[in-house]
């Protein structure tokens, strides 16, 4: 018996020698594709930048004028604000119910699988479907107020707020649930013994147990806040406008994203480049967020 393990060792080495020669050939495929999507688009993006240009063949380098322009136009500052309060507010709000609601689910209640599936189900509409579905909803709830989503900025921030709300709490609400069952029962019983009360289990054991699921929705809510576009175009498109005395005007309801497009996009074609440094610093900004958000919530989780 002890030969036939030895020779099963042996030709399992041999075996796996082949296997890890050629490996590096399996990924070339996914590298090829990261480098064709990602990394080629990006470098292009980044070098367009710098550049006035009607199309990637035709530009002419201009240096970082782009980006003073960038600075200097009051719509993208004011997106940028409105952009991070949003983040903030939905962040907030979204992590909270969900967690709430997932934490109720985990109790052993009647129906927890019916009540899964139909706060997860709107997840699964489009963003675009999503926006003007609510739009349609909010019309006829102003429509008694004699005001509108799109003449009212606070109704459309809060509009946008209860939007993704409704759609993005189900999918965190899963996350959520999968780290609520995977907190140890042995702790949960030694807490009890102890005599902790639901509170002080919930903010002593039940949380510092979740933080890799916390880390993993914050990140989640947190860029999706800032990359909101297709929701935002559908249900307000920006409305109302505000006039300035220059002439130009600032969207009230415009995030980040969403005026990007409309600068590149606009009437202006050589606008283009300032579209294209705006979206540079919308990477640099949400990469930068990301990161420090990673780090701050990683340092909180319980070494497994």
């Known amino acids: 018996m002890k030969y036939k393990r030895d020779a099963s060792a042996i030709n399992s080495s041999i075996l796996r020698k082949p296997m890890q020669r050629y490996a590096p050939l399996f990924l070339l495929p996914m590298v090829a ?34 980006y003073i322009k960038a600075f200097q136009d009051d719509s993208f500052i004011y997106s940028f604000g409105y952009t991070a309060l949003y983040a903030v507010v939905s962040l907030v709000l979204i992590n909270v119910l969900a967690f709430a609601i997932a934490y109720a689910l985990t109790q052993k209640i009647k129906g927890a699988n019916l009540f899964r599936t139909v706060f997860f189900m ?6 675009i479907v999503l ?8 019309d006829g709830l102003l429509s008694a107020y004699n005001t509108s989503i799109l003449t009212n900025s606070t109704w459309g921030f809060w509009g946008l707020i209860i939007l993704m709300c409704w759609q993005q709490i189900g999918y965190m609400m899963i996350i959520y649930i999968a780290g609520l069952q995977a907190v140890p029962e042995d702790m949960l019983e030694a807490a009890k013994i102890d ?6 289990t919930l903010f002593k054991v039940t949380i510092p147990n979740v933080m ?29 406008y505000i006039i300035n005395a220059d002439g130009t005007s600032i ?15 606009g009437q202006n074609v050589n606008s283009r480049g300032v579209a294209q440094a705006k979206a540079v610093l919308f990477f640099i900004l949400v990469a930068g967020l ?15």
């Open 33 to 66: 594709a990261f480098c064709i999507g990602f990394i080629w688009p990006f470098a292009q993006g980044l070098f367009l930048s710098f550049t006035e240009f009607k199309t990637t063949s035709k530009w002419t380098w201009v240096g970082i004028s782009n």
């Open 122 to 127: 709107p997840n699964l509409i489009g963003g």
């Open 131 to 138: 926006g003007y579905i609510w739009s349609m909803i909010f």
């Open 195 to 200: 005599g902790a009360n639901g509170w002080q």
């Open 212 to 240: 890799p699921s916390i880390t993993i929705c914050m990140f989640l809510t947190l860029t999706n806040g800032f990359k909101l576009f297709d929701q935002n175009l559908a249900l307000t498109g920006g409305q109302p």
């Open 251 to 265: 969207h009230t309801t415009e995030m980040l994203a969403l005026n990007i497009y409309n600068t590149f996009y």
């Open 290 to 304: 990301s990161i420090l958000q990673l780090r701050a919530t990683r340092d909180k989780e319980v070494a497994a």
